[in-house]
């Protein structure tokens, strides 16, 4: 079965901190995403990776930046935290190359809190 | 991308078939039809895609009508554990596997 391991379950932080979330996948897998997930708004896609040291900007990217510097861990940084970021956080990963059609795995998300 | 209308939510008798529908009525040629699932506390859950053709596996069967405008989820015999909120997803093929995941319906399934 495909893992995806995000390092903490629960985050309390404290505004103006730098946050670090950190995601592993042991599929050997080229796509990573990070998204964020609030009460009627869904889930929204911040930054997605095809490729080790390749980020595309998701639907939100403001405020965030990330890091994949291993095929397998793709960070999601924010650089200052605010309160607005207070949110679950979700990471996923899939296959590319020809197979655009290759399902995302999930991760069970780290819940964020910003005080 | 194509948008998804799902109902807000529905409930479903333990042991009987759950029937989710999905309207996708923009849905272009080369774009799949996605389910997944997020029970509460934990990340969504990948259930079953189809392009065209009806798709069955362990979990569900997946049914898209021939002008592929909607589509059926079926979970054969709904269990207590498959209470969720289910997310019918047309796929933007082009974005290198980016999915967007709209409202979802959740499904109560009742002893």
């Known amino acids: 079965d495909v893992k995806v391991t995000q390092s903490s379950r629960y985050l309390v932080k404290r505004t103006g901190e730098k946050v670090f979330l950190e995601c592993v996948q042991d599929?050997?897998?080229?796509?990573m995403f990070w998204y964020r997930q609030d009460p009627g708004l869904g889930l929204r896609l911040i930054y997605f990776?095809?490729?080790?040291?390749?980020?595309e900007k998701g639907d939100i990217p403001e405020g965030y930046s990330v890091s994949r510097e291993k095929k397998e861990r793709f960070s999601l940084i924010l650089e200052s935290a605010s309160t607005n970021q207070t949110s679950m956080y979700l990471c996923?990963?899939?296959?590319?190359?020809?197979?655009?059609?290759?399902?995302?795995?999930f991760g069970n998300g780290t819940r964020l809190t910003v005080t | 991308d194509a948008k998804t209308t799902q109902p807000t939510s529905m409930d479903c008798a333990e042991g009987r078939a759950a029937n989710l529908p999905c309207n996708h009525s923009?849905?272009?040629?080369?774009?799949?039809v996605y389910w997944y699932r997020q029970i509460h506390s934990q990340g969504p859950q990948y259930i079953i895609h189809g392009l065209k053709n009806n798709e069955t596996n362990e979990m569900a069967s997946l049914i898209i009508t021939e002008d592929r405008k909607s589509s059926t989820l079926i979970l054969p015999h709904a269990t207590l554990r498959d209470t969720a909120v289910y997310y019918c997803i047309v796929r933007v093929v082009a974005a290198g596997n980016k999915l967007t995941f709209g409202g979802g319906t959740r499904v109560l399934v009742k002893p």
């Open positions: 923009t849905i272009s040629g080369n774009e799949y």
């Open positions: 996923a990963s899939s296959f590319s190359g020809r197979s655009y059609n290759s399902p995302l795995h």
């Open positions: 599929m050997d897998h080229e796509n």
């Open positions: 990776s095809y490729d080790v040291k390749m980020k």
